[in-house]
């Protein structure tokens, strides 16, 4: 076993996270975590993975729930198609009668890529597998001071390979869980603690004064500004709502009346400068990855229902809490008067 790896498992051994999925080595239980990780912080993550294996104990369970009640579950996470990958994994793991157990089949279920497919099997079934994510990147740039960028196929294989190379074959899940740690804790990406870092002395950045310029990432897709008017139509005590389609953000989430994508309905909505509709809230900005949002909120009190689009359904207000719903449209009805 090499410096890098030794000095790597040592620090684990007295520094390791205590996390409620490390207590298991349930395959389940540490699927549930590796998605749910995904784009989020470990603080918020933990109490959606306490939810989701509270409500649903067993693969099964979880395969049995309908889509809506899964995207209601992870209602507040973003990034919804996690929730629907999950769910579909779900399905295809109770096809194949048990948890898969190798590397490739794990690789193979819905919404499954290279990092969460080796984090599983390492940890759950001590395969082998490095895993190789925003930390480890991180780490490893650092420490050998390799500047191909993170962000590119040649970059993906240099660290791929570079990290197999260093995970000790009997130790993986130690190994790969010691690596995730050291960047969250001790490498971190502003102020990392490298006057207390056991790996200082072999630490190529440290030595050269590039600890801020790597890992290297070449410049992000770029950023488009979208905008939205969303009017909230309010009629004896029910609301219009649709289930977003697919291929655009949100898929399968619901949301009010959305002005910006509508072709004129048979009843014309008010416009902004009629005296029906209310402006609860202007440009309210909501960042997505690639795209930032800017939306309007309105309501429109009314005693007759509009002809919408054949995709609105009317339901009660009191209902809408059963409804998954993104981030945005829970900010435009907590603005609404009661």
């Not at 999925?21 to 995904?38: D, F, G, H, K, M």
């Not at 791929?160 to 190994?175: D, E, G, H, R, V």
């Not at 697919?246 to 902004?272: C, F």
Request: glycine share 4%; proline share 6%; with cysteine.
């Amino acid at each position: 076993m090499n410096d890098f790896t030794n000095i790597l498992l040592r620090w684990f051994a007295t520094h390791a996270r205590q996390l409620p999925w490390r207590e298991t080595r349930n395959a389940y239980a540490v699927w549930l975590s590796e998605v749910i990780l995904q784009q989020t912080r470990i603080q918020q993550g933990m109490a959606y993975w306490q939810r989701f294996v509270q409500r649903w104990p067993r693969v099964e369970l979880l395969a049995a729930a309908t889509e809506d009640e899964v995207l209601r579950e992870w209602q507040g996470l973003g990034y919804y198609s996690r929730a629907r990958n999950l769910h579909a994994a779900a399905r295809q793991i109770v096809a194949m009668g048990e948890f898969p157990h190798d590397y490739d089949t794990i690789r193979s279920l819905k919404g499954v890529g290279d990092y969460t497919a080796a984090a599983i099997a390492s940890i759950a079934f001590d395969e082998p597998y490095a895993v190789v994510d925003g930390n480890v990147y991180r780490v490893l740039a650092r420490h050998f001071g390799i500047d191909t960028a993170i962000n590119t196929t040649e970059g993906k294989k240099v660290f791929t390979a570079l990290a197999q190379s260093l995970l000790p074959p009997k130790q993986a899940s130690a190994f790969n869980q010691a690596m995730m740690d050291f960047g969250a804790i001790q490498c971190t990406p502003q102020s990392p603690r490298c006057l207390v870092c056991p790996l200082q002395e072999s630490c190529d950045a440290l030595r050269t004064g590039r600890i801020d310029a790597l890992p290297v990432k070449l410049r992000k897709t770029e950023v488009k500004t979208r905008r939205l008017s969303y009017i909230y139509i309010r009629c004896n005590g029910y609301t219009a709502i649709r289930r977003r389609p697919a291929g655009d953000i949100w898929q399968g989430l619901w949301e009010p009346y959305n002005q910006t994508e509508q072709a004129a309905p048979a009843d014309p909505i008010p416009s902004p400068a009629d005296t029906g509709l209310v402006l609860l809230r202007q440009n309210v900005k909501h960042v997505l990855t690639h795209r930032i949002l800017l939306a309007d909120f309105y309501l429109w009190p009314t005693d007759r229902r509009p002809a919408l689009p054949e995709e609105y359904i009317w339901v009660r207000e009191s209902d809408l809490d059963r409804y998954a719903k993104p981030r945005l449209v829970e900010l435009l009805l907590e603005s609404l008067p009661g």
